[in-house]
Nanobody, 124 residues
Framework: QVHVDESGGGSVQAGSSLRLSCAVS????????MGWFRQALGKEREFVAA????????EYADDVKGRFTMSRDDTTNTLFLQMNSLNPADTAVYYC?????????????????WGQGTQVTVSS
């Protein structure tokens, strides 16, 4: 079982940037597919971004494409989500998730192991 732990959230002004981190433990030599989701107050959890186990395949939700970028560090087993040009609509709890497979998915049910989430608040 993979354990994930998010950090890096905070309160920022519109137009600012934040970088979220997801520390991954318990993985084998290979990365599983990883995803970022977010859940705003009163709304369902929604897909933000995902990266395949090989790292060659990435997907982004339309409303974050061009602003958010994923990367990962194999030496520290950390997945990152760089978020630029933040706006109030990005306010949510952000979750990192691991899938027991190598192919990305865009729905929460495709992922097996979840972190506790980190709050991102963007004010205008």
């Amino acid at each position: 079982q993979v354990h994930v732990d998010e950090s890096g959230g905070g309160s920022v002004q519109a137009g600012s940037s934040l970088r979220l981190s997801c520390a991954v433990s318990g993985r084998t030599r290979s990365w599983p597919a990883m995803g970022w989701f977010r859940q705003a107050l009163g709304k369902e959890r929604e897909f933000v971004a995902a990266i395949s186990g090989s790292g060659l395949g990435e997907e982004y939700a339309d409303d974050v494409k061009g602003r958010f970028t994923m990367s990962r560090d194999d030496t520290t087993n950390t997945l990152f989500l760089q978020m630029n040009s933040l706006n109030p609509a990005d306010t949510a709890v952000y979750y990192c998730a691991a899938r027991r497979g190598f192919v990305t998915g865009t729905v929460p049910s495709a992922y097996d192991d979840w972190g506790q989430g980190t709050q991102v608040t963007v004010s205008s």
